[in-house]
């Protein structure tokens, strides 16, 4: 009788494990998936050619815009201080 109810105990707690388990690996597939579903996402939206090349295009657009405002604002100094040259 006595091992009856440690088998009981046993088979309740293991039953306890694997519910617990199954539930966190549940979880953790959905999660996993929601990461593949994302990364595919992205990978797809890189591999954009067209797309990429207009933003490249427009970042240096820009940067090429401040990058002579500097020029000419720190040529304007060198000017202003008495010569270009040092």
């Not at 994302?38 to 797809?44: D, K, L």
Request: aromatic share 6%; charged share 30%.
């Amino acid at each position: 009788m006595n091992d009856n109810i440690m088998l009981g105990v046993i088979s309740a707690l293991w039953l306890i494990v694997v519910g617990i388990g199954g539930y966190a690996f549940r979880r953790i597939h959905e999660k996993l998936d929601t990461l593949v579903v994302h990364q595919t996402g992205c990978i797809r939206a890189f591999a954009d050619k067209k797309s990429n090349a207009d933003d490249h295009r427009e970042f240096f657009r820009r940067t090429d815009d401040h990058e002579r405002r500097l020029i000419r604002l720190e040529s304007g100094m060198m000017e202003a201080r008495g010569g270009g040259k040092e």
